[in-house]
């Protein structure tokens, strides 16, 4: 299975601060038809994950702007451009270029 | 809206037996993959198992094999999870999803996950 790698492992961010989290993949996540099937998920607390970015940078629909990803092969990041209370959650990248598809541990971002 | 809503979670002990639902709504069930992904307490998540729209495909996790099996009614917009021979390590919220598993040229993909139930919890404990 592809291993994912997150870091931090955890977040602590002033608010209108930016935040910026690693994602390392064991393999390649580019595929032979040109896309890179690289995602980011938020679980706010006592919630259910939700999908935030497909695709390494494509933002789901009704996700705020403030949030972007960016990367390619195996290296891949999430930003946030400021930081608001509602961003607060452990947020998790996966892969879905090899079946299983496999999540990072998760990085928990809190607000100072 | 579109919504998710898993049910079927309770305690029961190591070897035994379990059902989940996920009850679809606002969105055409049949026409889309599912998956469910568990969630230990306190863990991150894992993914379990896939079905395609029509029932014709079914991945599962290694973890799961041969134990849980994967289903789906179309006419009732349900997707279920039977669960036997369970244990202590299956303890954990499960959620459904929806989201697309694709043969692309050769390799299995699996789409983003875009809708997620809000989970319910299985406990496996004696």
């Known amino acids: 299975d592809i291993v994912m790698t997150q870091t931090p492992l955890s977040l602590s961010v002033t608010p209108g601060q930016p935040a910026s989290i690693s994602c390392k993949s064991s393999q390649s996540l580019l595929h032979s038809d040109g896309k890179t099937y690289l995602y980011w998920y938020l679980q706010k607390p006592g919630q259910s994950p939700q999908l935030l970015i497909y695709e390494v940078s494509s933002r789901f629909s009704g996700v705020p702007d403030r949030f972007s990803g960016s990367g390619s092969g195996t290296d891949f990041t999430l930003k946030i451009s400021r930081v608001e209370a509602e961003d607060v959650g452990v947020y998790y990248c996966?892969?879905?270029?090899?079946?299983?598809?496999?999540f990072g541990q998760g990085t928990k971002v809190e607000i100072k | 809206q579109v919504q998710l809503v898993e049910s079927g979670g309770g305690v029961v002990q190591p070897g035994g037996s379990l059902r989940l639902s996920c009850a679809a709504s606002?969105?055409?069930?049949?026409?889309?993959?599912m998956h469910w992904v568990r969630q230990a307490p306190g863990k991150g998540l894992e993914w379990v198992a896939f079905?395609?729209?029509?029932?014709?495909?079914?991945y599962y996790a290694d973890s799961v094999k041969g134990r849980f099996t994967i289903s789906r009614d179309n006419s009732k917009n349900t997707l279920y999870l039977q669960m036997n021979s369970l244990r202590a390590e299956d303890t954990a919220v499960y959620y459904c999803?929806?989201?697309?598993?694709?043969?692309?040229?050769?390799?299995?993909?699996?789409?983003?996950?875009?809708?997620w139930g809000q989970g319910t919890m299985v406990t496996v404990s004696s």
């Open positions: 079905i395609r729209y029509d029932g014709s495909n079914k």
């Open positions: 996966m892969q879905g270029i090899h079946l299983p598809g496999t």
């Open positions: 606002g969105f055409t069930f049949s026409s889309y993959g």
């Open positions: 999803a929806k989201g697309g598993v694709a043969m692309v040229r050769g390799v299995i993909i699996t789409r983003a996950f875009d809708i």
